[in-house]
């Protein structure tokens, strides 16, 4: 099984301020395709997740451009430049190249 | 517009079985796509159950395979869960899920007798 690990798993970030999460894969996730089947979600409170980013930096439509995505392999990370008070909740890495499965999540809240 | 909608019961007793069905809108589940369900215990992060592509090929999470069984109802555009022999631990909300974009609200299920 491919483990996922987040760190942070918790972030106070002031707003306007940037903030980063790693995410970190216990086996490489590119496939023999080319491409890296990796994922960043956003689960706002009392929402279901919503896509942010696939394939490691590709922006879902309506995705503000302060969301980033990098990495390659096994080390991935997720930037937002400028946080602002609707970027509050648990960010979740994903993997898809074996079945799937999620890192553990990291909270992130307003200073 | 695509839109997904779980239903079934919200509450389960131990051993029995957790049958959820999620209703697909604005997309035919045979035109392609994988169909998914994903658990979310009660503050707890999230969990991919398992899946089911439109050829009909499913593939189930190995903590769960033995007691996990997805499938298809082309006549209705929707797909179904069935979770046996259920304890406390599979309480949780449901989703349901069309590739990886598109979610359903939720199911909370409670497993108690």
């Known amino acids: 099984d491919i483990v996922l690990t987040q760190t942070p798993l918790s972030l106070s970030v002031t707003p306007g301020q940037p903030a980063s999460i790693s995410c970190k894969s216990s086996q490489s996730l590119l496939h023999s395709d080319g491409k890296t089947y990796f994922y960043w979600y956003l689960q706002k409170p009392g929402q279901s997740p919503q896509l942010l980013i696939y394939e490691v930096s590709r922006r879902v439509s309506g995705v503000p451009d302060r969301f980033s995505g990098s990495g390659s392999g096994t080390d991935f990370t997720l930037k937002i430049s400028r946080v602002e008070a609707e970027d509050v909740g648990v960010y979740y890495c994903m993997q898809g190249l074996y079945f799937r499965s999620f890192g553990q999540g990291t909270k992130v809240d307003i200073k | 517009q695509v839109q997904l909608q779980e239903s079934g019961p919200g509450l389960v007793k131990p051993s029995e079985t957790l049958s959820l069905t999620c209703a697909v809108s604005?997309?035919?589940?045979?035109?392609?796509?994988?169909w998914a369900w994903v658990r979310q215990p009660p503050e707890k992060g999230l969990e991919w159950i398992g899946s089911i592509y439109h050829d009909g090929n499913t593939y189930y999470n190995a903590s769960l395979k033995s007691r996990v069984s997805i499938s298809v109802d082309t006549s209705r555009n929707q797909f179904s869960l069935k979770l046996s022999s259920v304890t406390a631990a599979d309480t949780a909300v449901y989703y349901c899920?069309?590739?990886?974009?598109?979610w359903g609200q939720g199911a909370l299920v409670t497993v108690s007798s």
């Open positions: 899920v069309r590739g990886g974009l598109y």
């Open positions: 604005g997309y035919s589940i045979t035109s392609g796509y994988l």
